[in-house]
T-cell receptor, first 114, second 116 residues
Framework: SQQGEEDPQALSIQEGENATMNCSYK?????LQWYRQNSGRGLVHLIL?????REKHSGRLRVTLDTSKKSSSLLITASRAADTASYFC??????????????FGKGTKLSVIP | KAGVTQTPRYLIKTRGQQVTLSCSPI?????VSWYQQTPGQGLQFLFE???????NKGNFPGRFSGRQFSNSRSEMNVSTLELGDSALYLC???????????????FGEGSWLTVV
C-alpha cells in the first residue's frame, strides 16, 4: 500500500527555474529517501534524510523533512532538461525482524522545457 | 563498483507460465529486496532477503516467491502468470550496518515482464 502522496502529480517548468515537490506520509519512519526514474528505467537514488535531520543538500538538490507534519520536500534548483523524470519519495522503516522496507508515494512527473 | 544487476531486462510470457528473474546485488551488500511497479498500484514491496533468509514479505499471493543464495544473489519466481502480473520488477540491495537510519537502498534497472 502507498505510504503517502506526492504533490503535485505533474509539474512543468522552464529550464533554469526551480522545481519543488512535496511528499506526505502516514507512519513513523527511520529515514526518507528520494529517487528519480527516467521513463522505462530503474530508480536512481538521489538523497537520504534521516528522521532526526531537518535539511540536507546534495549539489542542486535540497531536501527538508518535518516529522511533526509527516512531510518532506525536494527542491531542484536551476533545473535542466535532463532533470525531466519522475521523482519518488520513499519512507524507510524497520520491522521487528530487522527487515527494512521502503514504502513509496505515487511520484511527481517533472517536465523541464528547454 | 558495479551497481545492482538484473536479468533479463525484458521478457514476454504467456498466461499460466512461470518466470524467474535474477538479481546480483552490489558487492558486499547482503540485503536484497524486490519491488513491483505497475501504473495502477505504483511501487509495491514484494520481499526482502538477508543472509539467505526471507525476513519480510509484502501483500502478494503465494505465486510470488524468491530466494537468496550464499553469494547474496537473489532470484524471484512468479508461477501461474496472470495478465495483471505485467510490471516492472525492481531489485534493490543495501549494506546493512549498525547505522539503521542511514540505510541507503540502491535499485537496479529492472526486469520488464509482459504477460500475454
Amino acid at each position: 500500500s502507498q505510504q503517502g502522496e506526492e504533490d503535485p502529480q505533474a509539474l512543468s517548468i522552464q529550464e533554469g527555474e526551480n522545481a519543488t515537490m512535496n511528499c506526505s506520509y502516514k507512519t513513523s519512519i527511520n529515514n526518507l529517501q528520494w529517487y528519480r526514474q527516467n521513463s522505462g528505467r530503474g530508480l536512481v537514488h538521489l538523497i537520504l534524510i534521516r528522521s532526526n535531520e531537518r535539511e540536507k543538500h546534495s549539489g542542486r538538490l535540497r531536501v527538508t523533512l518535518d516529522t511533526s507534519k509527516k512531510s518532506s520536500s525536494l527542491l531542484i534548483t536551476a533545473s535542466r532538461a535532463a532533470d525531466t523524470a519522475s521523482y519518488f519519495c520513499a519512507t524507510g522503516a524497520y520491522s521487528g525482524a530487522g527487515s527494512y522496507q521502503l514504502t513509496f508515494g505515487k511520484g511527481t512527473k517533472l517536465s523541464v522545457i528547454p | 563498483k558495479a551497481g545492482v544487476t538484473q536479468t533479463p531486462r525484458y521478457l514476454i510470457k504467456t498466461r499460466g507460465q512461470q518466470v524467474t528473474l535474477s538479481c546480483s546485488p552490489i558487492s558486499g551488500h547482503r540485503s536484497v529486496s524486490w519491488y513491483q511497479q505497475t501504473p495502477g498500484q505504483g511501487l509495491q514491496f514484494l520481499f526482502e532477503y538477508f543472509s539467505e533468509t526471507q525476513r519480510n514479505k509484502g501483500n502478494f499471493p503465494g505465486r510470488f516467491s524468491g530466494r537468496q543464495f550464499s553469494n547474496s544473489r537473489s532470484e524471484m519466481n512468479v508461477s501461474t502468470l496472470e495478465l495483471g502480473d505485467s510490471a516492472l520488477y525492481l531489485c534493490a540491495s543495501s549494506l546493512i550496518t549498525g547505522d539503521l537510519s542511514g540505510n541507503t537502498i540502491y535499485f537496479g534497472e529492472g526486469s520488464w515482464l509482459t504477460v500475454v
